[in-house]
């Protein structure tokens, strides 16, 4: 009973996109379901886990799936960085001016990894935060996914100490991993609330609950936050698309507000990472979207609290029990 009570709490994966009944919901996610227990990751050290990431790399980069997903990244975030880098005068009626910091002076290259041409020229001014990867040590769908993010990184030239990482599944296996890969790995679960701080900021979150990515929105729920955002994450039309409009609107009301405020990008599919990233899609916020919508949209600021969700998806921030009043005693 306590390893089916682990495994319901656990972050799920979005179903392939396809027309269907929206009351039915998506299926888990494979890293969580495969590793929902303790003891379920094989006895192997860092080396051997190391050595399997980069296969899994080399084993990406020569694929269809990568060249196609390279291009539909490349068209995106040279869009955004034309917006970013758009004359003060042209943008500062709606948001204001829009600062980036200098590039970083070094690019965090990976050992033993074969410098490439950068993706897009300006790009390590991003910052990337990469939520619920999963359970990588001990599953393929996991491992091809932490691929991809170090791809994204080595093509953008995002140095990986500004690569933020969390998922609340990671064993200390993992996260030592994660440590000589050079990321920073997060010690606190922030439920996806983290603001971009000024600064444009790639989320990778892949196959995660919808309640991360509406935890995200309202964290940067304004039109200067939200121009700096990128999200590759389960396509938002997608989620349009399973969940009864009620259910939207009640539960995820940032995913629902800011559907007419994106565009999205949908990633390619092909039959060898069908499963590792299906319903993926690249999200971004063009300026001009964000301030045609409605003025009272960016009025409604409540704090997401989900207390009557009946399947949240994401594994929440424990919470201490209130100390005892002393005093009285």
């Given at each position: 009973?306590?390893?089916?009570?682990?495994?319901?709490?656990?972050?799920?994966?979005?179903?392939?996109?396809?027309?269907?009944?929206?009351?039915?919901?998506?299926?888990?996610?494979?890293?969580?379901?495969?590793?929902?227990?303790?003891?379920?990751?094989?006895?192997?050290?860092?080396?051997?886990?190391?050595?399997?990431?980069?296969?899994?790399?080399?084993?990406?980069?020569?694929?269809?799936?990568?060249?196609?997903?390279?291009?539909?990244?490349?068209?995106?975030?040279?869009?955004?960085?034309?917006?970013?880098?758009?004359?003060?005068?042209?943008?500062?009626?709606?948001?204001?001016?829009?600062?980036?910091?200098?590039?970083?002076?070094?690019?965090?290259?990976?050992?033993?990894?074969?410098?490439?041409?950068?993706?897009?020229?300006?790009?390590?001014?991003?910052?990337?935060?990469?939520?619920?990867?999963?359970?990588?040590?001990?599953?393929?769908?996991?491992?091809?996914?932490?691929?991809?993010?170090?791809?994204?990184?080595?093509r953008c030239q995002i140095p990986r100490s500004h690569?933020?990482?969390?998922?609340?599944?990671?064993?200390?296996?993992?996260?030592?991993?994660?440590?000589?890969?050079?990321?920073?790995?997060?010690?606190?679960?922030?439920?996806?609330?983290?603001?971009?701080?000024?600064?444009?900021?790639?989320?990778?979150?892949?196959?995660?609950?919808?309640?991360?990515?509406?935890?995200?929105?309202?964290?940067?729920?304004?039109?200067?936050?939200?121009?700096?955002?990128?999200?590759?994450?389960?396509?938002?039309?997608?989620?349009?698309?399973?969940?009864?409009?009620?259910?939207?609107?009640?539960?995820?009301?940032?995913?629902?507000?800011?559907?007419?405020?994106?565009?999205?990008?949908?990633?390619?599919?092909?039959?060898?990472?069908?499963?590792?990233?299906?319903?993926?899609?690249?999200?971004?916020?063009?300026?001009?979207?964000?301030?045609?919508?409605?003025?009272?949209?960016?009025?409604?600021?409540?704090?997401?609290?989900?207390?009557?969700?009946?399947?949240?998806?994401?594994?929440?921030?424990?919470?201490?029990?209130?100390?005892?009043?002393?005093?009285?005693?």
């Amino acid at each position: 009973m306590a390893a089916a009570a682990a495994t319901r709490e656990t972050w799920r994966a979005a179903s392939p996109r396809r027309r269907r009944p929206a009351a039915r919901r998506p299926k888990r996610r494979e890293a969580a379901a495969a590793a929902g227990t303790p003891g379920a990751e094989p006895e192997v050290d860092g080396g051997v886990v190391l050595r399997r990431i980069q296969e899994a790399r080399e084993d990406l980069v020569i694929s269809d799936f990568w060249s196609s997903a390279l291009e539909t990244i490349t068209g995106c975030l040279q869009k955004h960085l034309e917006q970013l880098r758009a004359p003060e005068g042209s943008l500062s009626e709606a948001l204001g001016h829009l600062h980036l910091d200098a590039p970083p002076v070094e690019a965090d290259a990976a050992p033993g990894s074969v410098p490439e041409e950068t993706l897009v020229p300006g790009t390590c001014c991003f910052k990337c935060v990469c939520y619920g990867v999963g359970k990588f040590a001990s599953c393929v769908i996991a491992r091809s996914q932490l691929a991809f993010l170090l791809l994204l990184l080595e093509r953008c030239q995002i140095p990986r100490s500004h690569c933020c990482v969390y998922d609340p599944l990671f064993s200390r296996l993992e996260i030592a991993v994660l440590n000589a890969l050079g990321v920073v790995v997060l010690g606190d679960n922030e439920e996806g609330k983290r603001s971009v701080c000024g600064e444009p900021t790639v989320f990778y979150m892949p196959h995660c609950g919808t309640a991360l990515y509406n935890n995200l929105l309202w964290r940067n729920w304004s039109v200067d936050a939200l121009s700096k955002v990128v999200i590759i994450g389960n396509s938002f039309g997608g989620l349009e698309e399973r969940l009864l409009t009620r259910i939207l609107h009640k539960h995820y009301p940032y995913v629902a507000k800011i559907l007419t405020g994106l565009e999205e990008l949908a990633f390619p599919q092909t039959p060898r990472y069908m499963d590792v990233f299906n319903d993926t899609s690249l999200h971004w916020f063009p300026v001009q979207k964000l301030t045609q919508l409605p003025t009272d949209t960016w009025a409604f600021r409540e704090e997401p609290d989900y207390q009557d969700c009946e399947d949240l998806e994401i594994i929440r921030k424990k919470t201490e029990p209130p100390c005892a009043d002393l005093s009285s005693l």
